[in-house]
Each structure stands twice: as C-alpha cells, then as structure tokens.
C-alpha cells in the first residue's frame, strides 16, 4: 500500500478567502442587540438585587463591568455581523463568522447528514430563522447559520437537499 504525495495545482483551485459570501439578513444585528441587552439587563438586575439588599461596593463595581462590558459588545456585534456570511458552492457550504477569532468552515455536501431549520424566541419575534447542517466528523458536528430570512432558509435546505439526492443516486 503506498500513500504518494500529490502536487495540488493552487493557480486553478478556488480559494475560500476569494469566495463572495452572502451576507445574513440586516435584521439580525437587531436580533444579536435585543439579545445581548435582555442578558446584560438580567445581569444587571441581579446586581441591583443584591445592592439594595446592602452590599454596596461590589455592586457598584459589578454594576459598572456590567455595563462597560454591554457597550464593548455592541461595538463588537456591529463588527461581526459585518464579517458574517455564507457562500454556496458546486460541492459545499462555505460559512464565515468572527471578528476576533475569524473562522470559516466548509463542509462538503457528501458529508452532510441532516439539514434543519430553527428559530430562538427573539430571532421569531424578527422573522428570521437558523439553518443547522449536521456532518459526520466528531469534532466540527455542525454549522449553523444564523440570521437568515424563512425562504432563504428553505432554498438553503432545498440546495443542499437536492445536492445529497443527487450523490446518493
């Protein structure tokens, strides 16, 4: 058994940084905003629960991590849903997302096991949905793309339906 080692020919393959990506819908910079102030607002909550019941310092000082770390997130929310994006290919889906530690993940469409589609109570409330694609590795078992409208969503799941149809024929 030999295991030969092959010359990949780079000026014709197609290069993941040179793929254009679809964004996700603009509505969902509402949706990471509305999340992340009802869980700040839950922590804040907390911290004034506890500074009414007479520990004052450690409130204060919890009060104010709270919400510098709120504005730091805004600032960075409205980074990420700029580099967020998904890109269709001939053999697989491409995703991106990160803006302090970028990521893009691809996953072969003869890798795919199940294809679903989601929604969290706040992206419901916007009319957006998730699709989640489930691959056979261990390690990266899914991608999930967040902040897609209802039809995108289905002719995502449609395209990488047809495309597990067609390898299985």
């Known amino acids: 058994m ?20 679809e964004p996700v819908s603009p509505k969902y910079r509402s949706v990471q905003t509305a999340s992340a102030a009802i869980s700040y607002a839950l922590l804040s909550a907390l911290a004034l629960f506890l500074l009414l019941s ?44 990160g803006v302090i530690f970028p990521k893009i993940t691809t996953i072969p469409f003869s890798k795919i096991q199940q294809v679903s589609i989601s929604q969290n109570p706040v992206s419901k409330f916007f009319g957006l949905c998730a699709i989640d694609v489930v691959n056979g590795a261990q390690g990266l078992s899914s991608l999930v793309i967040q902040g897609l409208t209802k039809e995108k969503a289905e002719r995502i799941k449609n395209v990488i339906t047809q495309r597990l149809n067609n390898d299985h024929d």
Not at 2 to 21: K, M, V
Not at 61 to 67: D, L
Request: hydrophobic share 40%; proline share 2%; glycine share 2%.
């Open 54 to 97: 007479d520990i004052s310092w450690p409130c204060i000082v919890a009060e104010t991590v709270i919400v510098s770390s709120f504005i730091i997130n805004l600032l960075i929310l409205r980074k990420a849903y700029q580099f967020k994006g998904y890109a269709l290919r001939e053999h697989d889906i491409t995703y991106r997302s």
């Open 2 to 21: 030999n295991n030969l080692q092959i010359e990949i020919n780079t000026e014709t393959t197609d290069r993941i940084d040179d793929l254009s990506y």
